[in-house]
Nanobody, 121 residues
């Protein structure tokens, strides 16, 4: 079994910062792309940022210059540093990863349970 566990969400004032973490555990042979998505109330889930195994990154236009995604392959962990947060960043943030399990024929996607980020004064 593979699990993705997020942490680091919470309440922050506009202009503040938060750092999200997501640790993958279980029978993992290889972690490929990892990323963060978010879903605000009444809206569809949207991509925030992704990072490949060799650290190439991609960001949604709405977070470019404010958010930074990174990963630690030795710890099977992906991070999202969020600076200059805005009320419109309020959402549940979900970690996802393309995971190749031990003994399987190929990779498949996994999701974490989500962590709430609220930006409000």
């Amino acid at each position: 079994q593979v699990q993705l566990v997020e942490s680091g969400g919470g309440l922050v004032q506009p202009g503040g910062s938060l750092r999200l973490s997501c640790a993958a555990s279980g029978n993992i042979f290889r972690l490929n792309d990892m990323g963060w998505h978010r879903q605000a109330p009444g809206k569809q889930r949207e991509l925030v940022a992704t990072v490949t195994r060799d650290a190439s990154t991609r960001y949604a236009d709405s977070v470019k210059g404010r958010f930074t995604i990174s990963r630690d392959n030795a710890k099977n962990t992906v991070y999202l540093q969020m600076n200059n947060l805005k009320p419109e960043d309020t959402a549940v943030y979900y970690c996802n990863a393309d995971v190749w399990k031990l003994g399987s024929f190929g990779p498949r996607g996994y999701w974490g349970q989500g962590t709430q980020v609220t930006v409000s004064s």
